[in-house]
């Protein structure tokens, strides 16, 4: 399912939460770490991003979520509450 815009066109940016693994962001966007410095991202790629805060790759995923055995928050909260995933 694709959303759209208030001008009826698909946004610019999409991020998508991986199953207990990272964000995947795709289309045109600027990255800044907390010192306020910008990674140079080429044009056109798509972007894992790290949130399980385990990756020595910093912002982005190294594949280290699967060895830790991450657990998504929102899908962790579903799943003790007993619905559906």
Do not use: W
């Amino acid at each position: 399912m694709s959303e759209m815009n208030e001008a009826g066109a698909q946004p610019a940016v999409t991020i998508k939460a991986k199953n207990n693994g990272p964000f995947l962001v795709e289309g045109p966007f600027r990255l800044i770490d907390a010192d306020g410095q910008e990674y140079n991202l080429e044009p056109g790629k798509k972007y894992n991003l790290c949130r399980c805060g385990a990756s020595v790759n910093k912002p982005f995923c190294d594949g280290t979520h699967s060895k830790i055995g991450f657990a998504a928050a929102e899908r962790a909260v579903r799943e003790a509450e007993g619905g559906a995933s």
